[in-house]
DNA sequence: TTTAATTCCGGCAACGTTACCGGCAACCAT
DNA sequence: ATGGTTGCCGGTAACGTTGCCGGAATTAAA
């Protein structure tokens, strides 16, 4: 029991080749029952297990994915939970890495995982990125992308995200619905598509209430609570300030409620505010905070259906495109009219 | 830069043999600084990879510490993030398991560990385990193994955690100088230790204080925000209710709060509350909660330079055993009295 | 009885790497 | 010149596994 046992020490206790017993062990066609059963005996005896390592280098695959994550908040462990259970289920292993939206730390994490021999990737780009030639060569190596939520259009390949507009438009037209007609959004950085998608889902809504579009009342600032707190302040303190506040993050929303109770004011009464991801602290606080919900834990169960698929079909799925629905879920900081019967 | 480029490419480019090419790269002892260079910038050229794989095969050494956690809660996210950043730093790659608190899903883990042949394993146990055969089996392989956070005195390993009686302590004690008298504890499960130690704390500082210690304020319940929601509700209804409540995770503190609120109590005015951990949402929710809080980050940090010193030092250093101290966060769920001058 | 088919098995090479050993020069000191 | 040292290099085996090929033994078919 101290090393583990190997097919050699198997093929000498039993005075057979190598070859029969790795036949015995997997093949079974081709060997006798007999032997079959004494090789399987022993190899329980034994506690045999395979040399993961050398049968990769054998058959070249590692049956490994690499993951890489802008970072691990509620959303994306969820997504990654679901790639983890789908994977599992195929065989594979996943090696998730964080880059913190950093751009640096992404390349440095492809190349890692690269030099892991990870059978592919499954990717979710950092905010930072705007080039993405370190994913380009992978794709050069003939190596399987899927690209989930943090999509760009600077990478063809399959993809699965929710449906950013949608859940953008949803939650300014509840706001619309509830009598807000001042909304401000807090958007993320410029570059990012997922935040450029919501904002856009927002000013739709506008347009389709005929309520002007005050480039005033749109803010980028960082993915963060900090800065939203202080952007709200500034937008607070505006002579028209807005009544109704819309975050493309929950993360946002915190920092942005922080700011409206440090002013003083009320939720919903004089300002509404709706959030994005529906994380469980916007039920917590007080108020709790209005949300779009995605089907996160879904979406990375889709990802990993989607890799696996692309693994296997030599065809070109690289314009594979799924998308999933947000769901608004409403709560005290946005429901400023008595709910209808 | 289809295929990776490997030695025997650059040797047969160079006219020179594969030993000479592996020692140039690595030693580059026994090498004329000529053909070095030239090896260096033929393999700079191909954009020369080593293959881990063969590597690791034939070395038997993988650089891969398996790192088994029951859960990926705040504080241990951090902890394991504290682990990376050290074991990064040291040349080697961590794979992190999730037992999800089942004691099946750990043995499974910790299998799947050994089959990817890592070089040794931290580990923070299951609530629900009660035998360690698995992780015995790991030792007996004479793999290191060092035990952070969720130590048990069942499994001989260097350790790290924090004192958690002093923090059971800390919080206690804090809670009778605020004037509060019937303290009740709501603890994890009954064998894990970490919830026992802190209601050692606990006791001590009731006993200290000459607080006569009442069963009926000793709850034990899941380690869950619901569990401890219904628990609470159940402390409050009895003749002669708590009038503070010490949680020994920051989960069972909301749902402890929400219990509270529910039953239209004021916090801290009818009713005190600590949690631990110092979760981010003590300080978002109103009232804010008092927390105790571990270094966590630092608690990773420690169990990876443990795990690094035990793989190096052949010396046993089973009974080597690390504690960091916890601190007492206090808000506005327990500050009954003003602030002393 | 010969031929053909079937069943079962062992040998060899290969995946990419390094450890070890031995050998050929060239140099130095005797 | 002899012997010993040093610098540099190549060959071989090994890590644990599997795929391919060929062959022996047995059985079935002609």
Known sequence: MEKPATIKDIAKRLNISLSTVSRALR???????DTKKAVMALSEEL???????????????THTIGVIVPNLDYVLSL???????????????????????????????????????????IISVSSESKSFDHFKKIQERNLPVVVFDRVTPHLT????????????????EHLIE???????????????????????????????HKIKKDPAL????????????FATLELLAMKKRPDAIFTISDRMAIGAMLAIKKKGL????????????????????????????????????????LFIETMHNKENMDHEEKVLKPKLIIRESSQKLPIKK
């Open 47 to 61: 506690n045999y297990q395979p040399n993961k390592l050398a049968l990769s280098l054998r058959q070249k695959q």
């Open 218 to 229: 749109i803010v980028h600032c960082d993915f963060n609570q900090d800065y939203a707190y």
């Open 79 to 121: 997504m990654v939970r679901g790639i983890d259970e789908v994977a599992l289920e195929a065989g594979f292993t996943v090696m998730v890495c964080q880059s913190n939206e950093s751009f640096g730390r992404e390349i440095l994490n492809t190349r890692r995982l690269l030099e892991s021999l990870v059978d592919g990737f």
């Open 157 to 172: 390949a399959p993809s699965v995200r929710i449906d950013n507009e949608e859940g953008g438009f949803v939650a300014t």
């Open 27 to 33: 093949n079974a066609s081709d060997v006798n029952p």
């Open 266 to 305: 009320r939720m919903p009464e004089d300002i509404g505010l709706v959030g994005f991801n529906n994380e469980p602290v916007t039920s917590l606080v007080t108020p709790s905070i209005s949300s779009v919900d995605m089907p996160s834990f879904e979406l990375g169960k889709v990802a990993a259906k």
């Open 178 to 208: 509830q009598g807000y007609r001042r909304i401000a959004v807090l958007a993320g950085p410029e570059n990012l598509g997922v935040s450029n998608s919501r904002m856009d889902g927002y000013l739709n809504a506008l347009k389709k």
